[in-house]
């Protein structure tokens, strides 16, 4: 995907330069820095996917009249609680 980014002239100056010294394009250092970034910001790790997890659901006839699921306390109550 093509798009437009502003950034101080130093800094790209600065990206440019060390995107030359690794034989890099510009658009694959920036890709690389954003992605560490994001994935830092994160807290994951780049080579470890999140892990699979099944969820278990049950046959029923749905939720009962009077339930409301956004209120706590009414189905607390509802539950005999």
């Given amino acids: 995907m ?10 790209l ?3 440019k330069k060390r995107a030359a010294r690794q034989h890099r394009s510009l ?4 890709e690389e820095a954003v992605r560490e970034k994001l994935l830092n910001t994160a807290g994951e790790a780049a080579a470890e996917p999140a892990p699979a ?4 659901t049950f046959k ?4 009962r009249p009077g339930i409301d699921l956004d209120n706590s306390s009414s189905l607390y109550d509802a539950m005999g609680g």
Avoid: H, P, S, V
């Fill in 27 to 30: 658009t694959a250092f920036i």
């Fill in 13 to 15: 100056r600065e990206a």
């Fill in 60 to 63: 029923g006839e749905g939720i």
């Fill in 53 to 56: 997890y099944r969820l278990i």
């Fill in 2 to 11: 093509r798009t437009t980014i502003r950034m101080q002239d130093q800094l």
